[in-house]
């Protein structure tokens, strides 16, 4: 792997410019002077720009989110990173070309937006049918509130369109009232996104902080390519804690594989603070129903040395990777 000529200000993030990501990448990077913010056009896009554009330094994605869970296309993608047989392999360790070098945690407070002016609540009803755009992982954290949106406009049909993030589903129901609808007038497009998305785009608010649990969060992953040698001055509100994410797969069908590696935890007092997994496939000849861990473990580099800890984690997995061992953000403890 060769360094790269990166000159380590460009940060890409789901956009278009407005999104919680955007938020976390300005949480991350705005106290650097001559940053460059830059929008792609999905959280894939993100993973592939950082692997093979040497121009862009940084990415920042979403993990999980405090109401509906996990991020499944982050976690997916990382899956597949280390699970590419392209990889650097060392003992059972895999090293992939990125790794993650911060958290950031964004207050998500959803509002309710609309492209043309003086639409309110009572006013959806007039409306043979509201059409509301947002991204999927939206639904699931404004679900009760749809609820009573119908419950309140009996007549009128509510129609939900997935959109690539929440700045897009502005875009869209600006778009979409400009066009076909405006004529007919019967119909409304409607978004769901951040206040500052709709300042953004010069739309208008119809209702504000309509998530059903208030103090919703959604913590996102800053990551670099590995071998660039870049070290920005991290934000103010990181703690001396480091969060630690490892993944890992298991010898099939070996009872107490997985009690062997938390036993590895438990040995050298390391407080794990999240458990996941996800599935895969073994590949053409191997088998379906596999499953990938992913655990995080809090350490102190002052305190901790964990090279014999990596050791032991070697022999009881088939593959391993650290995806990062970076400063834990104040904000999870709030
Ligand atoms: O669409 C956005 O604004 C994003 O940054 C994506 C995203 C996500 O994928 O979780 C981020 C935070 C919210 O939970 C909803 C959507």
């Not at 870049?230 to 703690?239: E, F, G, I, Q, R």
């Not at 809090?298 to 995806?323: H, T």
Request: with cysteine.
């Amino acid at each position: 792997m060769t360094e790269s000529t990166s000159n380590g200000n460009t940060v890409i993030f789901l956009g278009p410019k407005g999104t919680y990501s955007h938020q976390a990448a300005l949480q991350q990077f705005g106290h650097l002077e001559g940053m460059d913010f830059t929008p792609a056009k999905s959280i894939p896009a993100c993973f592939d720009t950082l692997e093979t554009d040497p121009s862009v330094s940084y990415a920042a994605v979403p993990l999980e989110n405090s109401t509906n869970g996990q991020v499944v296309f982050c976690y997916d993608l990382l899956r597949d990173r280390m699970l590419d047989e392209s990889c650097a392999v060392e003992g059972h360790r895999i090293i992939p070309q990125l790794e993650i070098i911060g958290e950031q945690y964004v207050a998500i407070t959803h509002c309710l937006i609309s492209p043309i002016e003086g639409v309110s609540l009572d006013s959806l009803a007039s409306y043979k049918l509201v059409r509301v755009y947002s991204h999927p992982q939206v639904w699931g954290q404004v679900s009760k509130y749809m609820a009573q949106l119908k419950a309140r406009c009996p007549e009128t049909k509510f129609e939900t369109i997935d959109s690539s993030s929440t700045s897009d589903a502005v875009l869209k129901a600006i778009e979409r009232q400009q066009t076909e609808d405006s004529a007919a007038g019967d119909t409304l497009n409607l978004a769901i996104a951040g206040e500052v998305a709709a300042h953004l785009y010069n739309a208008f608010l119809v209702d504000t902080a309509i998530n059903d649990r208030l103090g919703n969060t959604t913590r996102f992953l800053i990551l670099k390519r590995v071998a660039d040698k870049l070290s920005p001055a991290p934000p103010a509100n990181v703690s001396n804690m480091h969060v630690n994410l490892l993944m890992f797969t298991l010898e099939l069908d070996d009872p107490g594989s997985l009690v062997d590696v938390l036993t590895v935890l438990k040995e050298h007092k390391l407080n794990m603070s999240s458990i996941s997994s996800r599935p895969y496939n073994g590949g053409q000849n191997g088998r379906k129903w596999q499953y990938i861990f992913y655990i995080e473990y809090d350490s102190d580099p002052a305190v901790n040395r964990m090279d014999a800890f990596y050791r032991e984690i070697n022999d009881k997995c088939v593959k391993w990777c650290l995806w990062g061992s970076f400063p834990r953000n104040q904000r999870y403890y709030q």
